[in-house]
C-alpha cells in the first residue's frame, strides 16, 4: 500500500511540478515511511523523485540498510521489525531514525534504535548516538572523522561509513548486517554474557569530554508500552512520581518517536 501510495503521487502532475518534484521538497512528511518498504520496492521508487540530496541520501544509506533487513531474517524463526520511525530534514540535520521491535523470543527486548544521515556526520553526531545508546549509526564521513571514528571501538562497533559509491553498497550492507544480527540474536545471550570483558566502558566517560555522558536506560515494558499510547495521541499529559525515578529519560525516548511530541521536565 505504502508504495503504490508514493509511486501514484510521483506521477500526479501539479500544475507546473509533478509528484517526483515535490515529494523530496516536503521529505518529513513522507520520509517516515521509507523503513517500513520492502527492498525491491525502495530500489524501484528511489528513481521517481527527482534528483538531489534527498534521493542522493536514500539511495546511498537508506537503501544498504532496508536490504539489510530484509535479510536480517533469512533462516531464522523470527526477527526485529520496524515499529517507530521519524523523518527530520532541516537545514541543521537531515536523517531517518528507526526503532526496531525484537520478536518476542530474542534475549534482549529493548528498541533497536537506528540513525540514517543523509548529510556528513560530524563529531556532535558521534556524541549523541553514544549518548543516547544508538544500536547502528549510518551515513557519509569525511576522512578526519573515520579516523577519529577508528579510533574508538564503541564507534567502530555502531558506525557504517557511505560514500555513494555503488561499488561500496554491498559492502555497507553487509557491515549493517553483521551489527544488526549480532544486536538481535546475540547480545544478551547467556553465551555472549558470559565472555570475558573485551572493552574498557570507563574509556566511554572520557575526563577531557565531560559532556559525552550516558543515559542510564532502565528497561521497562510497562514504560514502553505507556509511551507507544501516548506517542501518537493529541493532549497534555502530566507524569508525576518521585525524584530520580527516570521521568525525563523516558520521556526523551517518547519526544524521539515522533517530531510532533513536546517533552518538558520540572522540578516540584
Known amino acids: 500500500m505504502l508504495t503504490g501510495i508514493l509511486d501514484g503521487y510521483t506521477d500526479v502532475e501539479f500544475g507546473e511540478a509533478a509528484g517526483g518534484q515535490i515529494l523530496p521538497r516536503y ?59 521519524q523523518f527530520l530534514w532541516s537545514h541543521a540535520e537531515r536523517r531517518l531514525e528507526i526503532s526496531l521491535r525484537p520478536s518476542s523470543l530474542a534475549s534482549n527486548q529493548q528498541l533497536i534504535q537506528i540513525q540514517c544521515h543523509f548529510q556528513f556526520i560530524d563529531r556532535a553526531a558521534l556524541d549523541e548516538a553514544s549518548t543516547r545508546n544508538v544500536t547502528l549509526l549510518i551515513g557519509p564521513a569525511r576522512g578526519d572523522l573515520r579516523t577519529f571514528i577508528n579510533t574508538s571501538r564503541h564507534l567502530r562497533d555502531i558506525t557504517v561509513t557511505t560514500d555513494g559509491d555503488p561499488a561500496t553498497t554491498e559492502t555497507a550492507r553487509e557491515a549493517i548486517l553483521s551489527i544488526l544480527n549480532f544486536r538481535s540474536y546475540r547480545q544478551g545471550t547467556r553465551s555472549a554474557l558470559s565472555q570475558p570483558l573485551s572493552h574498557n566502558h570507563a574509556r566511554d566517560f572520557p575526563m577531557d569530554r565531560p559532556r559525552l555522558l550516558r543515559f542510564a536506560h532502565v528497561y521497562r515494558q510497562s514504560v514502553q508500552d505507556l509511551l507507544r499510547t501516548f506517542d501518537r495521541r493529541n493532549g497534555v499529559r502530566l507524569w508525576c512520581s518521585i525524584q530520580r525515578s527516570g521521568k525525563t529519560t523516558a520521556g526523551l525516548d517518547l519526544g524521539s518517536t515522533t517530531a510532533r511530541s513536546t517533552v518538558n521536565s520540572c522540578p516540584i
Do not use: C, W
Not at 28 to 37: E, M, Q, W
Not at 43 to 53: A, F, N, R
Open 27 to 85: 521529505g518529513r512528511s513522507s520520509g517516515h515511511s521509507l523503513a517500513f518498504l520492502t527492498a525491491a520496492d525502495l530500489e524501484y521508487l528511489v528513481s521517481k523523485p527527482e534528483t538531489g540530496d534527498f534521493r542522493d541520501g536514500v539511495s546511498n544509506n537508506v537503501v544498504p540498510l532496508v536490504e539489510a533487513l530484509d535479510k536480517i531474517g533469512t533462516g531464522r524463526s523470527h526477527a526485529p521489525l520496524p515499529a517507530l520511525s
